[in-house]
Protein backbone atom coordinates (compact mmCIF):
# COMPACT_ATOMS: atom_id res chain seq x y z
CA UNK A 1 0.00 0.00 0.00
CA UNK A 2 2.76 2.44 1.01
CA UNK A 3 4.64 1.59 -1.63
CA UNK A 4 1.98 1.97 -3.96
CA UNK A 5 1.46 5.22 -2.96
CA UNK A 6 4.85 6.47 -3.26
CA UNK A 7 4.88 4.90 -6.51
CA UNK A 8 2.15 7.10 -7.12
CA UNK A 9 3.10 10.22 -6.04
CA UNK A 10 5.99 9.77 -8.86
CA UNK A 11 3.60 9.09 -11.08
CA UNK A 12 1.62 12.77 -10.54
CA UNK A 13 5.01 14.77 -10.33
CA UNK A 14 5.72 13.28 -13.70
CA UNK A 15 2.02 14.37 -14.94
CA UNK A 16 2.86 17.91 -13.23
CA UNK A 17 6.22 18.02 -14.92
CA UNK A 18 4.64 17.11 -18.56
CA UNK A 19 2.50 20.09 -18.24
CA UNK A 20 -0.18 17.86 -17.38
CA UNK A 21 -3.16 20.22 -15.23
CA UNK A 22 -3.73 18.21 -11.77
CA UNK A 23 -5.18 20.71 -9.66
CA UNK A 24 -4.59 19.78 -5.58
CA UNK A 25 -5.87 21.78 -2.66
CA UNK A 26 -3.55 23.65 -1.07
CA UNK A 27 -5.05 24.25 2.11
CA UNK A 28 -6.47 21.88 4.82
CA UNK A 29 -10.26 21.26 3.31
CA UNK A 30 -11.84 18.13 4.66
CA UNK A 31 -14.81 15.89 3.01
CA UNK A 32 -17.45 14.22 4.14
CA UNK A 33 -16.69 10.42 2.73
CA UNK A 34 -20.78 9.13 3.38
CA UNK A 35 -21.45 5.36 1.83
CA UNK A 36 -24.96 5.59 1.71
CA UNK A 37 -24.68 3.74 -1.55
CA UNK A 38 -24.38 0.21 -3.63
CA UNK A 39 -21.74 1.59 -5.91
CA UNK A 40 -18.91 3.16 -4.53
CA UNK A 41 -14.89 2.11 -5.42
CA UNK A 42 -13.56 0.38 -2.72
CA UNK A 43 -11.69 1.94 -0.01
CA UNK A 44 -8.26 1.48 -1.07
CA UNK A 45 -8.94 3.35 -4.39
CA UNK A 46 -10.79 5.83 -2.54
CA UNK A 47 -7.55 6.38 -1.13
CA UNK A 48 -5.48 6.92 -3.98
CA UNK A 49 -8.04 9.25 -5.42
CA UNK A 50 -8.08 11.61 -2.44
CA UNK A 51 -4.19 11.63 -2.09
CA UNK A 52 -4.39 12.75 -5.66
CA UNK A 53 -6.71 15.63 -4.89
CA UNK A 54 -4.42 16.07 -1.44
CA UNK A 55 -7.62 15.86 0.55
CA UNK A 56 -5.87 14.85 4.09
CA UNK A 57 -9.07 15.09 6.10
CA UNK A 58 -12.19 13.21 5.90
CA UNK A 59 -15.04 11.93 8.12
CA UNK A 60 -16.80 9.21 8.15
CA UNK A 61 -20.70 8.26 9.17
CA UNK A 62 -19.43 5.52 11.25
CA UNK A 63 -15.81 3.38 11.91
CA UNK A 64 -15.65 1.08 8.93
CA UNK A 65 -12.84 -1.06 10.00
CA UNK A 66 -12.60 -1.53 6.03
CA UNK A 67 -11.76 2.33 5.47
CA UNK A 68 -9.43 2.46 8.28
CA UNK A 69 -7.72 -0.24 6.85
CA UNK A 70 -7.18 0.57 3.55
CA UNK A 71 -5.86 4.24 5.16
CA UNK A 72 -2.91 2.45 7.40
CA UNK A 73 -0.22 4.68 7.05
CA UNK A 74 -1.40 7.47 5.07
CA UNK A 75 -1.66 11.36 6.32
CA UNK A 76 -5.12 11.40 6.33
CA UNK A 77 -7.00 12.45 9.62
CA UNK A 78 -10.06 10.84 10.68
CA UNK A 79 -13.35 11.76 12.34
CA UNK A 80 -15.36 8.68 12.48
CA UNK A 81 -18.45 8.72 14.27
CA UNK A 82 -21.14 7.06 16.12
CA UNK A 83 -24.64 6.54 15.04
CA UNK A 84 -27.98 8.09 17.10
CA UNK A 85 -28.77 3.80 17.40
CA UNK A 86 -25.85 3.57 19.84
CA UNK A 87 -25.80 6.42 21.54
CA UNK A 88 -28.37 4.21 24.26
CA UNK A 89 -25.29 1.66 24.91
CA UNK A 90 -22.83 4.11 24.91
CA UNK A 91 -24.38 5.84 28.22
CA UNK A 92 -22.68 2.80 29.65
CA UNK A 93 -19.19 3.07 30.20
CA UNK A 94 -18.52 -0.75 29.83
CA UNK A 95 -19.83 -0.62 25.82
CA UNK A 96 -18.22 2.75 25.45
CA UNK A 97 -14.58 1.29 26.25
CA UNK A 98 -15.19 -1.69 24.02
CA UNK A 99 -16.39 0.86 21.71
CA UNK A 100 -13.16 2.54 21.73
CA UNK A 101 -10.91 -0.57 21.67
CA UNK A 102 -12.01 -1.78 19.01
CA UNK A 103 -13.06 0.73 16.63
CA UNK A 104 -10.05 3.78 18.31
CA UNK A 105 -7.47 1.36 19.60
CA UNK A 106 -7.55 -1.32 17.22
CA UNK A 107 -6.51 1.09 14.45
CA UNK A 108 -4.62 4.05 15.83
CA UNK A 109 -1.41 3.28 15.41
CA UNK A 110 -1.65 2.66 12.09
CA UNK A 111 -4.43 5.20 10.59
CA UNK A 112 -4.87 8.50 12.23
CA UNK A 113 -8.11 9.00 14.20
CA UNK A 114 -8.45 12.71 15.62
CA UNK A 115 -11.82 13.23 16.27
CA UNK A 116 -15.07 10.59 17.32
CA UNK A 117 -18.63 12.53 16.50
CA UNK A 118 -20.93 10.82 18.80
CA UNK A 119 -24.28 10.97 17.38
CA UNK A 120 -25.67 13.24 14.30
CA UNK A 121 -28.40 15.85 14.15
CA UNK A 122 -29.57 14.39 17.55
CA UNK A 123 -31.94 17.34 17.88
CA UNK A 124 -33.48 17.13 14.42
CA UNK A 125 -35.08 13.97 16.35
CA UNK A 126 -37.85 14.86 18.93
CA UNK A 127 -36.72 11.56 20.48
CA UNK A 128 -36.60 12.35 24.22
CA UNK A 129 -34.35 9.58 25.06
CA UNK A 130 -32.11 9.97 22.53
CA UNK A 131 -31.36 13.28 23.16
CA UNK A 132 -30.83 12.58 27.40
CA UNK A 133 -28.31 9.82 25.98
CA UNK A 134 -26.42 12.41 24.35
CA UNK A 135 -24.56 13.95 27.12
CA UNK A 136 -23.65 10.80 28.60
CA UNK A 137 -22.55 8.93 25.50
CA UNK A 138 -20.09 11.78 24.71
CA UNK A 139 -18.79 11.65 28.70
CA UNK A 140 -18.47 7.79 28.16
CA UNK A 141 -16.59 7.73 25.27
CA UNK A 142 -14.45 10.36 26.69
CA UNK A 143 -13.71 8.59 29.73
CA UNK A 144 -13.05 5.70 27.23
CA UNK A 145 -10.22 7.27 25.79
CA UNK A 146 -9.01 8.78 29.00
CA UNK A 147 -8.63 5.36 30.37
CA UNK A 148 -6.79 4.19 27.13
CA UNK A 149 -4.38 7.33 27.25
CA UNK A 150 -5.97 8.45 23.90
CA UNK A 151 -7.77 11.41 24.97
CA UNK A 152 -4.56 14.25 23.58
CA UNK A 153 -4.79 12.37 20.07
CA UNK A 154 -8.66 12.10 20.11
CA UNK A 155 -11.35 14.65 21.00
CA UNK A 156 -15.11 13.65 21.55
CA UNK A 157 -18.01 16.14 19.62
CA UNK A 158 -21.11 15.49 18.24
CA UNK A 159 -22.51 17.53 14.81
CA UNK A 160 -25.63 19.33 14.68
CA UNK A 161 -28.13 20.48 12.33
CA UNK A 162 -28.45 24.47 12.19
CA UNK A 163 -32.09 24.03 13.24
CA UNK A 164 -31.08 24.16 17.07
CA UNK A 165 -31.15 27.84 16.14
CA UNK A 166 -33.86 29.61 17.11
CA UNK A 167 -32.39 32.92 16.22
CA UNK A 168 -29.79 33.22 13.27
CA UNK A 169 -30.90 37.07 12.18
CA UNK A 170 -28.79 39.33 12.44
CA UNK A 171 -25.85 37.13 13.52
CA UNK A 172 -24.87 38.85 16.21
CA UNK A 173 -28.18 38.08 17.90
CA UNK A 174 -28.37 34.24 17.21
CA UNK A 175 -29.80 31.89 20.11
CA UNK A 176 -30.50 28.31 20.21
CA UNK A 177 -33.87 27.23 20.61
CA UNK A 178 -35.03 27.82 24.01
CA UNK A 179 -36.71 24.20 24.21
CA UNK A 180 -32.68 23.19 23.76
CA UNK A 181 -30.83 24.86 26.60
CA UNK A 182 -31.29 22.05 28.88
CA UNK A 183 -29.50 19.51 26.53
CA UNK A 184 -26.84 22.35 25.16
CA UNK A 185 -25.60 24.24 27.92
CA UNK A 186 -23.87 21.10 29.15
CA UNK A 187 -23.07 19.57 26.50
CA UNK A 188 -21.57 23.12 25.66
CA UNK A 189 -19.64 22.75 29.12
CA UNK A 190 -18.31 19.97 27.95
CA UNK A 191 -16.79 21.27 25.00
CA UNK A 192 -14.99 23.69 27.22
CA UNK A 193 -13.89 21.46 29.68
CA UNK A 194 -12.50 18.67 27.03
CA UNK A 195 -11.12 21.48 24.36
CA UNK A 196 -13.68 19.64 21.46
CA UNK A 197 -14.59 21.77 18.49
CA UNK A 198 -18.60 22.44 18.53
CA UNK A 199 -20.15 20.98 15.19
CA UNK A 200 -22.14 22.52 12.91
CA UNK A 201 -24.32 21.24 9.40
CA UNK A 202 -25.26 24.00 7.69
CA UNK A 203 -26.65 24.26 4.35
CA UNK A 204 -27.15 27.74 2.52
CA UNK A 205 -29.09 25.61 -0.21
CA UNK A 206 -31.98 24.60 2.29
CA UNK A 207 -32.45 28.76 3.10
CA UNK A 208 -32.44 29.88 -0.71
CA UNK A 209 -34.42 26.30 -1.59
CA UNK A 210 -37.11 27.07 1.01
CA UNK A 211 -37.33 31.40 -0.19
CA UNK A 212 -35.84 31.52 -3.73
CA UNK A 213 -37.79 34.72 -4.14
CA UNK A 214 -36.26 36.33 -1.08
CA UNK A 215 -33.16 35.21 -0.77
CA UNK A 216 -30.46 35.98 -3.19
CA UNK A 217 -28.91 33.48 -5.10
CA UNK A 218 -25.51 35.69 -5.00
CA UNK A 219 -25.55 35.64 -1.24
CA UNK A 220 -25.66 32.07 -0.85
CA UNK A 221 -23.16 31.11 -3.81
CA UNK A 222 -20.45 33.31 -2.38
CA UNK A 223 -20.71 35.38 -6.02
CA UNK A 224 -20.15 39.16 -5.78
CA UNK A 225 -23.52 40.93 -4.26
CA UNK A 226 -24.88 43.80 -1.92
CA UNK A 227 -24.37 41.31 0.74
CA UNK A 228 -26.04 42.67 4.12
CA UNK A 229 -24.87 44.41 7.56
CA UNK A 230 -25.54 43.74 10.90
CA UNK A 231 -27.12 46.19 12.50
CA UNK A 232 -25.76 45.43 16.16
CA UNK A 233 -22.17 45.10 15.21
CA UNK A 234 -21.57 46.95 11.70
CA UNK A 235 -19.90 44.17 10.28
CA UNK A 236 -20.65 43.30 6.84
CA UNK A 237 -21.28 40.03 5.13
CA UNK A 238 -21.06 38.82 1.70
CA UNK A 239 -22.62 35.46 2.09
CA UNK A 240 -24.81 33.00 4.05
CA UNK A 241 -22.53 30.38 5.40
CA UNK A 242 -20.46 33.23 7.06
CA UNK A 243 -23.16 35.24 8.50
CA UNK A 244 -24.44 30.81 9.84
CA UNK A 245 -21.14 30.53 11.51
CA UNK A 246 -21.28 33.89 13.31
CA UNK A 247 -24.68 33.19 14.58
CA UNK A 248 -24.08 30.23 16.04
CA UNK A 249 -20.70 31.80 17.75
CA UNK A 250 -23.29 33.94 19.28
CA UNK A 251 -25.73 31.74 20.36
CA UNK A 252 -23.04 29.76 21.85
CA UNK A 253 -22.05 33.05 23.61
CA UNK A 254 -25.24 33.49 24.73
CA UNK A 255 -24.78 30.18 27.11
CA UNK A 256 -21.36 32.04 28.47
CA UNK A 257 -18.72 30.43 26.60
CA UNK A 258 -16.39 32.11 24.14
CA UNK A 259 -13.53 29.33 24.42
CA UNK A 260 -15.34 26.94 22.25
CA UNK A 261 -14.34 26.82 18.36
CA UNK A 262 -17.27 25.88 15.88
CA UNK A 263 -16.38 23.86 12.67
CA UNK A 264 -18.33 23.02 9.92
CA UNK A 265 -18.75 19.36 10.11
CA UNK A 266 -20.70 19.71 6.39
CA UNK A 267 -21.66 22.31 3.65
CA UNK A 268 -22.39 21.57 0.25
CA UNK A 269 -24.64 21.86 -2.98
CA UNK A 270 -26.44 19.46 -4.61
CA UNK A 271 -25.95 19.06 -8.33
CA UNK A 272 -29.89 17.93 -9.21
CA UNK A 273 -33.16 17.83 -7.11
CA UNK A 274 -36.65 17.14 -7.29
CA UNK A 275 -38.65 19.75 -9.22
CA UNK A 276 -39.35 22.11 -6.26
CA UNK A 277 -36.05 21.65 -4.87
CA UNK A 278 -35.02 25.12 -6.76
CA UNK A 279 -31.46 26.05 -7.65
CA UNK A 280 -30.34 21.93 -7.18
CA UNK A 281 -27.91 22.25 -10.53
CA UNK A 282 -24.17 21.55 -11.32
CA UNK A 283 -23.66 25.24 -12.02
CA UNK A 284 -24.80 26.55 -8.79
CA UNK A 285 -22.89 23.63 -6.67
CA UNK A 286 -20.41 23.98 -8.90
CA UNK A 287 -20.33 27.65 -8.31
CA UNK A 288 -20.96 27.16 -4.54
CA UNK A 289 -18.35 24.52 -3.99
CA UNK A 290 -15.44 26.05 -5.82
CA UNK A 291 -15.87 29.95 -4.22
CA UNK A 292 -15.95 28.20 -1.04
CA UNK A 293 -12.65 26.36 -1.55
CA UNK A 294 -11.19 29.66 -2.56
CA UNK A 295 -12.30 31.49 0.52
CA UNK A 296 -11.25 28.34 2.48
CA UNK A 297 -7.48 28.95 0.40
CA UNK A 298 -7.77 32.39 1.48
CA UNK A 299 -7.26 31.07 5.19
CA UNK A 300 -9.91 33.77 5.37
CA UNK A 301 -12.23 33.65 8.57
CA UNK A 302 -15.84 35.25 9.31
CA UNK A 303 -16.52 39.00 9.98
CA UNK A 304 -16.52 38.10 13.74
CA UNK A 305 -13.72 35.95 14.05
CA UNK A 306 -11.11 37.38 11.01
CA UNK A 307 -8.03 35.85 11.88
CA UNK A 308 -9.84 32.31 12.82
CA UNK A 309 -9.83 30.58 9.64
CA UNK A 310 -13.15 28.61 8.68
CA UNK A 311 -12.79 25.21 9.08
CA UNK A 312 -15.24 23.02 6.53
CA UNK A 313 -15.56 19.61 5.26
CA UNK A 314 -17.43 19.33 2.02
CA UNK A 315 -20.46 17.31 1.93
CA UNK A 316 -20.11 15.37 -0.12
CA UNK A 317 -17.46 13.21 -1.84
CA UNK A 318 -19.34 10.67 -3.56
CA UNK A 319 -23.45 11.16 -4.88
CA UNK A 320 -25.01 8.04 -2.48
CA UNK A 321 -27.75 6.35 -4.60
CA UNK A 322 -28.87 4.91 -1.32
CA UNK A 323 -30.03 7.40 0.77
CA UNK A 324 -33.55 8.04 1.36
CA UNK A 325 -35.56 11.26 0.48
CA UNK A 326 -35.38 14.14 -2.03
CA UNK A 327 -33.79 13.31 -5.02
CA UNK A 328 -31.23 16.33 -3.86
CA UNK A 329 -30.18 13.77 -0.66
CA UNK A 330 -28.40 11.64 -3.40
CA UNK A 331 -26.94 14.51 -5.22
CA UNK A 332 -24.65 16.63 -2.98
CA UNK A 333 -20.96 14.60 -4.75
CA UNK A 334 -18.25 16.43 -5.69
CA UNK A 335 -17.95 12.83 -7.74
CA UNK A 336 -19.81 10.40 -9.51
CA UNK A 337 -19.20 6.66 -8.16
CA UNK A 338 -16.44 5.93 -10.74
CA UNK A 339 -14.25 8.68 -10.18
CA UNK A 340 -15.31 11.43 -12.98
CA UNK A 341 -16.30 14.92 -11.19
CA UNK A 342 -20.04 15.61 -10.76
CA UNK A 343 -19.29 19.36 -12.42
CA UNK A 344 -15.34 21.10 -13.14
CA UNK A 345 -14.23 22.97 -10.22
CA UNK A 346 -10.51 22.40 -11.10
CA UNK A 347 -10.21 20.05 -9.12
CA UNK A 348 -8.78 16.91 -11.00
CA UNK A 349 -8.78 13.77 -8.86
CA UNK A 350 -7.31 10.21 -10.03
CA UNK A 351 -9.19 7.48 -9.33
CA UNK A 352 -7.35 4.11 -10.40
CA UNK A 353 -9.75 1.98 -12.38
CA UNK A 354 -7.76 -1.48 -11.69
CA UNK A 355 -4.60 -1.09 -9.30
CA UNK A 356 -6.14 -3.22 -6.40
CA UNK A 357 -7.49 -6.03 -8.63
CA UNK A 358 -6.39 -9.56 -8.17
CA UNK A 359 -6.99 -11.00 -11.83
CA UNK A 360 -3.73 -11.46 -13.59
CA UNK A 361 -4.95 -9.29 -17.00
CA UNK A 362 -5.67 -6.59 -14.82
CA UNK A 363 -2.05 -6.70 -13.20
CA UNK A 364 -0.97 -7.03 -16.99
CA UNK A 365 -3.11 -3.53 -17.47
CA UNK A 366 -1.80 -1.82 -15.05
CA UNK A 367 1.46 -2.43 -15.72
CA UNK A 368 0.97 -1.11 -19.25
CA UNK A 369 -0.95 1.76 -18.10
CA UNK A 370 2.20 2.09 -15.68
CA UNK A 371 4.46 2.25 -19.02
CA UNK A 372 2.42 4.84 -20.88
CA UNK A 373 2.29 7.22 -17.84
CA UNK A 374 6.14 6.92 -17.92
CA UNK A 375 6.25 7.19 -21.31
CA UNK A 376 4.41 10.36 -20.77
CA UNK A 377 6.42 11.95 -18.72
CA UNK A 378 9.51 10.58 -20.31
CA UNK A 379 8.38 12.35 -23.66
CA UNK A 380 6.66 15.49 -23.31
C1 LIG B 1 -1.41 19.74 0.39
O1 LIG B 1 -2.14 20.23 1.49
C2 LIG B 1 -1.35 20.66 2.57
C3 LIG B 1 -2.29 21.12 3.67
O2 LIG B 1 -3.17 20.10 4.01
C4 LIG B 1 -0.43 21.80 2.14
O3 LIG B 1 0.41 22.15 3.22
C5 LIG B 1 0.40 21.36 0.95
O4 LIG B 1 1.12 22.45 0.46
C6 LIG B 1 -0.52 20.83 -0.16
N1 LIG B 1 0.26 20.33 -1.27
C7 LIG B 1 0.06 20.71 -2.52
C8 LIG B 1 0.92 20.06 -3.57
O5 LIG B 1 -0.79 21.53 -2.82
C1 LIG C 1 -26.69 -2.53 22.63
O1 LIG C 1 -26.29 -3.52 23.55
C2 LIG C 1 -27.08 -4.68 23.50
C3 LIG C 1 -26.66 -5.60 24.65
O2 LIG C 1 -25.27 -5.75 24.68
C4 LIG C 1 -26.92 -5.35 22.14
O3 LIG C 1 -27.71 -6.52 22.05
C5 LIG C 1 -27.34 -4.36 21.06
O4 LIG C 1 -27.10 -4.91 19.78
C6 LIG C 1 -26.57 -3.06 21.20
N1 LIG C 1 -27.09 -2.07 20.28
C7 LIG C 1 -26.36 -1.56 19.26
C8 LIG C 1 -27.04 -0.60 18.37
O5 LIG C 1 -25.19 -1.88 19.09
C1 LIG D 1 -40.92 17.98 16.95
O1 LIG D 1 -41.68 18.79 17.82
C2 LIG D 1 -41.90 20.10 17.31
C3 LIG D 1 -42.61 20.92 18.39
O2 LIG D 1 -43.00 20.15 19.46
C4 LIG D 1 -42.72 20.01 16.03
O3 LIG D 1 -42.93 21.29 15.48
C5 LIG D 1 -41.95 19.17 15.02
O4 LIG D 1 -42.72 18.97 13.85
C6 LIG D 1 -41.59 17.80 15.60
N1 LIG D 1 -40.68 17.12 14.69
C7 LIG D 1 -40.78 15.80 14.42
C8 LIG D 1 -39.74 15.27 13.49
O5 LIG D 1 -41.62 15.08 14.88
Not at 308 to 335: C, H, M, Q, T, W
Request: aromatic letters at 12%; one cysteine or more.
Amino acid sequence: MANFHRLFRVLLMLFAFSGSVIRTLSVGVGINYGQIANNLPSPSRVAILLQSLNISRVKLYDADPNVLFAFSRSEVNFIIGLGNEYLQNMSDPQKALAWVQQHVQTHISQTKITCITVGNEVFNSNDSQLRSNLLPAMQSVYNALVNLGLDKQVSVTTAHSLNILGNSFPPSAGTFKPDLAEYLQPILNFHSMVKSPFLINAYPFFAYKDNPTQVPLEYVLFQPNQGMTDPITNLHYDNMLYAQIDAVYAAIKAMGHTDIRVQISETGWPSRGDPNEVGATPENAGLYNGNLLRRIESGQGTPAKPSVPIDIYVFALFNEDLKPGPASERNYGLYYPDGTPVYNIGLQGYLPELLYSSSKRNVFSVLSLLLIFIAYGIYT
